[in-house]
Nanobody, 123 residues
Framework: EVQLQASGGGLVQPEGSLRLSCAAS????????IGWFRQAPGKEREGISCISSSGGTFYANSGRSTVSRDNAKNTVYLRISTLKPEDTAVYYC???????????????????WGQGTLVTVSS
């Protein structure tokens, strides 16, 4: 059974940072790219980043996010720095059907989604 388990969320103060993890199981991890998305209250889900099977990275916005993967641990990480209240959202990881991140912002190219982890940025 394919599973993606996002974790690492919580309450963070503004200007802080955190690292989210996405632990995968049930498939050959290094055959798939992984994407990160988020959904803020009252808003549509939006793309943050994608990492290909070989480690190539793509971002919707530059600067505050860094995605990485450890194929030996079947885990993808998303580090976000200088957090702002508007970063409050549920963060999801998702498996792409392919190794590459082509058209990665299109949510239809992902076949499995994790349950999400809530990040709340507040003082």
């Amino acid at each position: 059974e394919v599973q993606l388990q996002a974790s690492g969320g919580g309450l963070v103060q503004p200007e802080g940072s955190l690292r989210l993890s996405c632990a995968a199981s049930g498939f050959t991890f290094d055959d798939h790219a992984i994407g990160w998305f988020r959904q803020a209250p009252g808003k549509e889900r939006e793309g943050i980043s994608c990492i290909s099977s070989s480690g190539g990275t793509f971002y919707a916005n530059s600067g505050r996010s860094t995605v990485s993967r450890d194929n030996a641990k079947n885990t993808v990480y998303l580090r976000i720095s200088t957090l702002k209240p508007e970063d409050t959202a549920v963060y999801y990881c998702a498996r792409r059907r392919t190794r590459m991140c082509l058209d990665w912002l299109s949510q239809g190219v992902y076949d499995y989604w994790g349950q999400g982890t809530l990040v709340t940025v507040s003082s």
